[in-house]
Structures are given as structure tokens and as C-alpha cells.
């Protein structure tokens, strides 16, 4: 068993429909990170959050420390979204551990 | 733009040659980490310079090495190459070996083993 783990691991939505990707990890965690990497490869860091809920424009991220769970939601979705969504969580040691991503396709 | 750059972005070796990878980290970022990426894949970890030390190293051998220089940017090498080492190699920058600290991506190295 991953020790992050991520669902679904491909999404299709209509552009407009609300989005939301899950992620749950299994050990001990200082932060956790919601990445978006594009075809080609560029990773961009979306959020990083220890506690509660982050927002940045039509994007939000939760976590639930003592479920060990976070989601990052998407409102009002386009097709510029389209993307990987990769969860990464930051442990004691000076690693990230990436879940294996969300791909998804947002089409018109 | 996140202002960390890698070079070369794309790659071609065969089996058993050696790869240099480069990595120029954010203006100001003291540390730099690199991860390998394989198709479909999550990236790995494989290990994080702090000041031109080794500060945390994944779970890969010591075939791959890595050196960061007083400038901050950092290469990171691969000997006597495999077909498994194909791979995006991504390296990121961020302001301390903290990994609570944001981590600022490039584009990543696409490294073909033939």
C-alpha cells in the first residue's frame, strides 16, 4: 500500500462542473502539497497546508489531520484545468511523498 | 515562471554511458531537491543538497550522485545507465531543507535510455 494514496486517478468533467480530488496518507506529516504538473512535465505548487482550508481563486484545499485526508476542489472548472493533480505530503525527514496523481480532462 | 531552469531538457543515452543534469535554483533558495519521474508515475525522491551538502537521500544507488555548488544551482549525475532510468528528472528549489518550506519546480529533464 502507497503510502499517499489518490482518487480517482482519472476524472472527465463538462466545463462549469465542480471538481473535487482526494487524497489520503497513511504516516505522520508536517504539510501537505497539491501540485499541478501540464503535459510536457512543469510541476506548479497549487497549496501548502497543515490545517483547515486554503483558497486561491477558483481552487480550495482541505485537510483533516486526524483523518489523515485532504481534498482540493475545483469550482467552476475549464478547460485550462486540465492537468495532473499530484498530493505530496512533507514527513520528518527533508523528502517529499508524492501519491501517483489525478488526471484530469475538462472539456467544453 | 517559477525561476528554476534545468538543462538539457530533453536527453538521449544508451546503456551503460553517464548523464549530467543541471539545475539552477530560485534566486536566493539554499536547497535543492531532485526526483525522477517515471511514465505514469508519482516522482520519487532521490535526494536534497542544503548548502552544498547531502541533506536527505531516497531510496536510489549510488550510481546517481549529485553535487550543489556555492552558487546554490546543482547537477545531479547517473553512471553506467539502465533502460529503467528513463525517466522526467525534476529538480526543486526551496528557502531552507525544511520541507514545510514551498518547493519551486522546473520543467524537468526527459531522459531516454536506448
Known amino acids: 500500500k502507497n503510502e499517499v494514496e489518490q482518487s480517482p486517478q482519472n476524472l472527465t468533467a463538462q466545463e462549469g462542473e465542480f471538481i473535487t480530488i482526494n487524497c489520503s496518507y497513511s504516516v505522520g506529516i508536517s504539510a501537505l502539497h497539491w501540485l499541478q504538473q501540464h503535459p510536457g512535465g512543469g510541476i506548479v505548487s497549487l497549496f501548502m497546508?497543515?490545517?483547515g482550508k486554503k483558497k486561491h481563486g477558483r481552487l480550495i484545499a482541505t485537510i483533516n489531520i486526524q483523518e489523515k485526508h485532504s481534498s482540493l476542489h475545483i469550482t467552476a472548472s475549464h478547460p485550462r484545468d486540465s492537468a495532473v493533480y499530484i498530493c505530496?505530503?512533507?514527513?520528518?525527514?527533508?523528502?517529499?511523498?508524492f501519491g501517483t496523481g489525478t488526471r484530469l480532462q475538462v472539456t467544453l | 515562471e517559477t525561476g528554476v531552469t534545468q538543462s538539457p531538457t530533453h536527453l538521449i543515452k544508451t546503456r551503460g554511458q553517464q548523464v549530467t543534469l543541471r539545475c539552477s535554483s530560485q534566486?536566493?533558495?539554499?536547497?535543492v531537491s531532485w526526483y525522477q519521474q517515471a511514465l505514469g508515475q508519482g516522482p520519487q525522491f532521490i535526494f536534497q543538497y542544503y548548502r552544498e551538502e547531502e541533506n536527505g537521500r531516497g531510496n536510489f544507488p549510488p550510481r546517481f550522485s549529485g553535487l550543489q555548488f556555492p552558487n546554490y544551482s546543482s547537477e545531479l549525475n547517473v553512471n553506467a545507465l539502465e533502460l529503467d532510468d528513463s525517466a522526467l528528472y525534476l529538480c526543486?528549489?526551496?528557502?531552507?531543507?525544511?520541507?514545510?518550506?514551498?518547493?519551486?519546480f522546473g520543467a524537468g529533464t526527459r531522459l531516454s535510455v536506448l
Open positions: 505530496a505530503v512533507a514527513g520528518t525527514a527533508s523528502k517529499l511523498t
Open positions: 526543486a528549489s526551496s528557502l531552507s531543507g525544511r520541507t514545510k518550506n514551498i518547493q519551486y
Open positions: 497546508l497543515s490545517s
Open positions: 534566486s536566493g533558495h539554499n536547497t
